[in-house]
């Protein structure tokens, strides 16, 4: 009796062949995941197919209330409307927002030679923000809204009040769209 030889179709366990089968696969779901953030960013909604239910004296009161900063002192988001500005809103107990701050670091240390700003304006009291700032430095700007932050967001077409949410401004302050 002769042993059984493995078929030509099967790869052997360690092959050449089952490596590039399996980097192949890899490769495919990597390109997959891009191309899934991709489109995600090319269908968010934008300011044109967000709902007519937008309240335009939050979004002035958005732009003009002074807002505290964790390290002390305040920002004004009218202020950042000169070039484009990406605007989060975020809660210190909020995983997933948590989880996207290094997205947006990276971002605003990329753009901001471009003129592009971020601003993470946080849904809470300005002690635990104090306190998160200190354990995950950033290097874009924070801002304290309390509970208003909400409303601003549902301004901003945030039906649901769900974070984290960010709307996208062109310079000038002209809301170009939104991310839920």
Excluded at 8 to 29: E, F, Q
Excluded at 72 to 96: E, I, K, M, R
Aim: aromatic letters at 10%; proline letters at 8%.
């Amino acid at each position: 009796m002769s042993p059984t030889k493995p078929s030509p179709d099967v790869p052997a366990k360690g092959s050449r062949r089952t490596a590039l089968t399996v980097g192949a696969a890899a490769i495919t779901a990597a390109a997959g995941g891009v191309s899934f953030a991709w489109w995600r960013l090319q269908h968010a909604p934008t300011a044109e197919t967000e709902t007519d239910a937008r309240d335009d004296g939050a979004l002035q009161a958005l732009w003009q209330t002074p807002l505290p900063k964790p390290g002390g002192g305040t920002l004004t988001l009218h202020d950042y409307q000169s070039g484009g500005l990406v605007l989060n809103f975020w809660a210190t107990w909020c995983p997933p927002c948590i989880r996207e701050f290094p997205q947006l670091d990276q971002f605003a240390k990329t753009w901001a030679a471009r003129g592009w700003r971020v601003v993470g304006v946080a849904i809470d009291n300005l002690p635990e923000v104090q306190a998160f700032a200190k354990r995950v430095p950033v290097g874009f700007d924070l801002a304290v809204s309390g509970l208003a932050g909400l409303q601003w967001s549902r301004a901003l077409g945030n039906a649901q009040g769900g974070l984290p949410f960010t709307a996208v401004f062109a310079p000038g302050g002209q809301l170009k769209s939104v991310l839920h």
